[in-house]
């Protein structure tokens, strides 16, 4: 028998999860929700507060820019990473093309662990998205199972530049 006698599903049993996007009651307080990467609010429906922006889509594509980073770091890393996390929206019932344009050079490692960009196109939201680092992945077309696609930018590290296009289809 485990020690642990009651979970945050237990807790909250018989009271509705109004959480979006995959998010789940926090077991302390199950009016507040813990919310997937990219997703905050207290139902997970907004974007999360901080750096970053709402932008909407087009029929024609519009480019997204995003610095994040110290500059005057040098290579120390550090133990936290900046984040900054978009949003691309679009109409009801459209998809969103996603085109890597540029990422700055040298950060890239497997994993992408000093800095990269997150782009969340897949239809579970849970899912971590797919992760870029390298200038190589410039051309690079994701397109969205819905007319949300958060865009999380993260650094630990000197300065990073990424360049995205994005439109509805």
Known sequence: MHGNS?????????QAN????GGFPHPRDCSRCIC?????GQYCDQRPAGCGKVVSATPKYEILRDTIGDRS??????????????WITAPAGKQIDVRIVSFTKGVAVDGCSYAGVE????????????????????????RSSSN?????????IYETEVALAYRYR
Do not use: W
Not at 73 to 86: I, P, V
Not at 134 to 141: F, K, L, R, S
């Open 73 to 86: 770091a040098g290579t120390t890393e550090r133990e936290d990473f900046m984040k900054c996390n978009y």
């Open 36 to 40: 997937p990467s990219g997703y905050g």
């Open 119 to 142: 782009i969340k196109t897949h239809k579970d939201q849970r899912l971590t998205g797919y992760r870029f680092c390298a200038p190589e992945d410039a051309g690079i077309t994701l």
């Open 18 to 21: 109004r959480c979006k996007m």
């Open 6 to 14: 009651g979970t945050a599903s237990d807790k909250c049993k018989g």
């Open 148 to 156: 949300v696609v958060p865009v999380i930018t993260y650094n630990r």
